[in-house]
């Protein structure tokens, strides 16, 4: 048997002694905590791709494939050359890699697929010529921000892992940093930058601010689908009240990318949710900004919301915002979780989760001179 024989054989064997036990990459389940009170997530399972998941994969390919056409000039559109690419990518899985598919009750999650990549590179140790190669990996936007890539990144590495390669390696757009942070927080490290150019110095990169519009009926199935996968239920318990949230008006982003929901409250206003996938490239500030300016012309003085004292990231998303802390209710989480046991006890960082936050953007100059207690304490 050749060398080039031996590596795929050990590496086969190794891979279908995974493919006959029991899968080594066991369902978890954690909770996703945001600007209200929500309900655990369903665990996340991670398996083989088989044959009936090839359109779940290309619908997966196609929404790949437009993610990143929006950030960068030189990617074509999804749907032409999604069966083409979808072929090329399972063949070199089957030769010497996997697809997993990650589910969760049943719905298609996303999928990562990989190989190992064998390169002849004299400058370079044998080690680092053999390595675990990361083609693609994708999250359907309604279950981003679950921490789902991790454990697609967790999976594909142990497969690999057992085929004898020591390395796992994987590329990003350098415009797309969500994707970057992602792979930087599961352990990969910068390894080696691609610069480019123009030679006529024309850009080279194409970002375009994500286009906001009013939900219209035609969304709402869309809507109760994305409040539960990113919220595990379509009603928020926040401040003692349950909010149905896929019943309010509400605001979606081009692609369906991302989703804010909120109320009329007098001449205030609630921001009940709020969504962005993948976060970071500027859709959660589209969303808040066409909110406002729509609130301002309505006549609307003050947008209101609340968070707990574990969602770090969103207590710096919104102050940067234009919004102000107005109140702490100590307990209040804890109170909520008597009457609502599934209420997660952690957040962001592990820090635990307790109290609940009221902040504030005034919509106009006269409405900021003096910012009340918030709607909802008013009326007690």
């Known amino acids: 048997m ?61 929404e790949l494939q437009e993610y ?15 069966d083409m690419y979808l072929d090329w990518m399972q063949q070199r899985a089957e030769a010497a890699g996997v697809v997993l598919v990650a589910e969760r009750e049943g719905r298609f999650v996303g999928f990562v697929a990989g190989w190992i990549e ?13 390595f675990g190669y990361v083609s693609d990996i994708c999250v359907m936007p309604a279950f981003r921000g679950q921490r789902v890539a991790a454990r697609l990144l967790d999976g594909i590495g142990r497969y ?3 085929a004898g390669v020591s390395r796992l390696r994987v590329a990003a757009l350098a415009v797309n940093a969500s ?26 990169t194409e970002r375009r601010p994500a286009v906001i519009r009013q939900a219209e009926p035609a969304d709402a199935a869309w809507i109760g ?29 081009e692609n369906r990318r991302g989703l804010a929901t909120y109320r009329r409250l007098g001449r205030d206003a609630e921001l009940v949710t709020l969504d962005a996938v993948p976060a970071g490239i500027g859709t959660g500030t589209a969303l ?42 100590p307990g209040a989480v804890d109170a909520a979780r008597k009457l609502k046991p599934s209420i997660p006890t952690i957040g962001a960082h592990g820090i635990p989760i307790h109290d609940e936050l009221d902040l504030c953007r005034s919509l106009d100059d006269g409405a900021a001179e003096r910012i009340p207690p918030p709607p909802w304490g008013r009326r007690s």
């Open 2 to 62: 050749t060398g080039e024989g031996k590596r795929v054989y050990t590496y086969l064997s190794a891979l279908k002694r995974f493919r006959g036990g029991d899968d080594p990459i066991q369902p978890e389940q954690k909770p996703h905590e945001g600007a209200g009170i929500v309900e655990q997530l369903a665990p996340l399972t991670i398996r083989p791709a088989a044959p009936a998941d090839r359109p779940r994969l290309r619908q997966a390919v196609v």
């Open 68 to 82: 990143e056409r929006l950030r960068h000039a030189s990617r074509r559109p999804g749907e032409p050359i999604a």
């Open 118 to 130: 064998e390169t002849a590179n004299i400058g370079e140790t044998a080690e680092s010529n053999r």
């Open 160 to 162: 690999l892992g057992h």
């Open 179 to 204: 994707a970057r942070a992602s792979y930087e927080h599961a352990g990969f490290a910068p390894y080696e930058i691609l610069y480019e150019k123009s030679i006529d110095g024309a850009p080279v």
């Open 225 to 253: 689908d994305f409040l539960r996968a990113r919220w595990g239920a379509g009603t928020i318990v926040v401040h003692g009240e349950a909010i149905e949230a896929m019943a309010l008006p509400a605001l979606v982003a």
């Open 288 to 329: 808040i900004e066409t909110l406002a300016a729509q609130l301002c012309a309505e006549g609307c003085a003050l947008l209101w919301l609340t968070t707990t004292n574990g969602n770090l990231p969103a207590l710096r998303f919104y102050q940067r915002r234009g919004f102000r802390l107005v109140q702490v209710r």
